[in-house]
């Protein structure tokens, strides 16, 4: 193998970039990482130049390690977005830099040279500056110098971000030309996905820091494994659905599978996706050969070029939650992305407001990965309790569980976890066990970085639980459920929200929850006084969506408006109807994503002594920061 990253490490104030990341590529070829801004793609390849130093991990090229080599001594060519011509030298002095450094001879580094200007399209260019120069020849002229001491490995960073269309689809199959001519090893690092399928003879799909799935762009693009993969690559259509013996079941409508679930296993619950290329969109029923999806209304046409792009609304299926595209905030239908032949369009012509039956040629079925909990134990009676309403709620939710026994108490021994195992561990889909010395926060934090939960599950402390609890939802990108003691699976669940874009999030993400546990839930929002008409017209509309979109979940809600102070009327809601959850919304994230419980949600956390408590991280930072 031409590169070997092994649990490569990175972390900025504690957090981790790259994380943990092993990849191989292969002699001669052309890698392309791939995935949305700040992802880590760019930090990893700094880090494989040198230019970046690791936290952990090794870097092997060539069978050489040169994790702490300095850049000069790695054997690579670095390419970048910027271009990063010395303006002060011409084209040819720009080529000759890495030879001369190296103290080449003369008559060597002009042969070298002017191999390379015609091997990039740029002979006879030589006395030029860069100023004098299009953006897409500057970039030729910076690939000709990272390949100039014939680098054994060839890094690229974004090198077409600054160029327009026509030019980067030029200078994309320059690059595949020489990397096929020269055989060079490649990493390229991109967000274009077009350039992605075109130039990579196999691909890896990077987001927070992880590498999620490598393979070649079409497998991944038609047999994705994970969620984030099916939606990143290209568009997709991606609902919940029920795997059957010999199909998948999306409400009341049967689909054959064409290809086979991944690990799927004994499963029930599986990820539907279909790419809009596989959606059959005629004006009858009668005029599809394919399984129906039902009749939808036309809510957009555009014209692509080469096809037709369509956005079809279809009613609810029942048992179905769309993933992709998602529901509007307050919508209760489904949407599907649809995408026709120009001749099919001209055949069976539909606009805006068209009413068309909706079938699917092929659909490929992912394992639904579910939520993932992870309960915090130390051994205390609260602990304890926390662990007995974790494991009922996880058990009801399907979610996979990950006990961690933490040295607050002092630490617990692989064979109390063994038992804590054990004792919860029927029924639910999947438990491992971890045990750290450190407090919970900290605790928690090494074991979020290492893999993603979607709750933290923690007895709550008779004292310091606004700090405990600030502590823990700074730890990772997960949300908090407080557990204050033994009892039932809560059937009453209250959703307290702010009129706002990051309300959304907390009624989603309860709703996710919610629906699992079988409860019924209400939206409250708490006003000052009656007397601002528009505010109040404001909520009403906010609270109807948060029903309607919780009613897509599967969950029966109602809405309620209390005027007054807001931890007051909280807390009456609470008493008067007997709500099993207490659902709160953490406030924006400050600087440095930063989460601040002080106010009114501190203040409720002390009062509330008997209800757990979940609380829904945002992931909004405030703009003035």
Not at 81 to 101: D, G
Not at 150 to 155: A, F, T
Not at 450 to 468: S, T
């Amino acid at each position: 193998m031409s590169i070997v990253l092994d649990q490569l490490l990175k972390r900025y104030e504690g957090h981790p970039v790259v994380n943990n990341m092993s990849l191989e590529v292969a002699d001669g070829e052309f890698f392309v990482l791939l995935g949305p801004s700040g992802s880590g793609k760019s930090t990893l390849l700094r880090m494989i130049a040198g230019l970046v130093d690791t936290d952990g991990g090794r870097i092997v090229l060539h069978g050489r390690e040169v994790t702490h080599l300095p850049p000069q001594a790695r054997g690579i060519g670095l390419v970048f977005q910027n271009y990063a011509l010395f303006r002060h030298m011409s084209v040819a002095e720009n080529i000759e830099f890495p030879l001369r450094i190296r103290t080449v001879p003369a008559a060597e580094r002009r042969r070298r040279r002017d191999e390379l200007l015609e091997l990039v399209g740029l002979a006879g260019l030589g006395s030029r500056f860069p100023t004098q120069l299009s953006g897409g020849q500057q970039q030729r002229v910076a690939l000709a110098r990272a390949l100039a001491h014939r680098p054994e490995v060839l890094l690229l960073d974004e090198p077409f971000g600054a160029l327009d269309a026509r030019i980067r689809t030029e200078l994309r199959r320059t690059v595949h030309s020489i990397q096929r001519e020269l055989r060079i090893t490649t990493i390229f690092v991109t967000h274009d996905q077009e350039e992605a399928f075109e130039l990579a003879d196999r691909m890896g799909v990077m987001n927070f820091g992880r590498l999620l799935e490598v393979g070649p762009p079409n497998e991944l693009y038609l047999r994705p494994q994970t969620e984030f993969v099916a939606t990143f690559l290209g568009t997709a259509n991606l609902m919940v659905g029920e795997v059957t013996r010999d199909g998948v079941r999306l409400g009341p409508v049967h689909f054959p599978l064409s290809t086979r679930p991944a690990a799927v296993g004994e499963a029930r619950r599986v990820q539907v996706l279909f790419r809009p290329e596989d959606v059959a969109v005629k004006t009858s029923a009668e005029a599809l050969g394919w399984p129906l999806l039902g009749q939808a209304l036309v809510e957009e046409s555009g014209f692509n070029g080469s096809f037709e792009r369509l956005r079809l609304r279809l009613p609810k299926l029942q048992g179905v939650r769309p993933i992709s595209p998602p529901a509007p905030f307050g919508g209760d239908f489904v949407l599907v992305e649809a995408w026709r032949s120009q001749h099919q369009a001209r055949r069976f012509p539909l606009r805006p407001g068209d009413a068309a039956w909706v079938g699917v040629r092929r659909v490929h079925a992912l394992t639904h990965p579910g939520l993932s909990f992870l309960m915090v134990a130390d051994g205390s009676p609260g602990a304890r309790a926390a662990l007995e309403m974790g494991a009922q709620v996880a058990r009801l939710s399907h979610a996979r569980v990950t006990v961690l026994g933490h040295g607050a108490a002092g630490g617990q021994t692989e064979g109390e976890l063994q038992r804590v195992r054990e004792w919860i561990g029927s029924g639910l889909a999947a438990v491992e066990t971890v045990a750290s010395p450190d407090p919970p926060a900290e605790a928690v934090a090494v074991e979020a970085s290492r893999q993603h939960y979607d709750l933290v599950v923690q007895g709550m402390p008779a004292r310091g639980r606004v700090e405990l609890s600030e502590r823990l939802l700074r730890a990772g990108d997960h949300n908090l459920l407080l557990v204050p003691g033994s009892g039932p699976v809560p059937t009453r669940a209250l959703i307290c929200v702010t009129v706002g874009e990051p309300a959304k999030e907390d009624v989603l993400f309860a709703g996710r929850l919610v629906r699992h546990l079988g409860a019924e839930a209400t939206i409250l929002t708490v006003l000052p006084d009656k007397g601002d008409a528009h505010a109040v017209r404001q909520a009403e509309r906010f609270l109807a969506a948060g029903a309607r979109t919780l009613s897509l979940l599967g969950v029966v809600a109602t809405s309620s408006i209390r005027y007054g102070m807001v931890r007051h009327e909280i807390l009456s809601e609470m008493r008067d109807k007997e709500h099993g959850l207490l659902v709160l919304g953490a406030p924006l994230l400050g600087r440095r994503g930063r989460v601040s419980l002080n106010g009114v949600i501190g203040s409720l956390l002390d009062d509330v002594n008997d209800r757990p408590v979940l609380i829904v991280r945002p992931h909004y930072e405030e703009w003035w920061h």
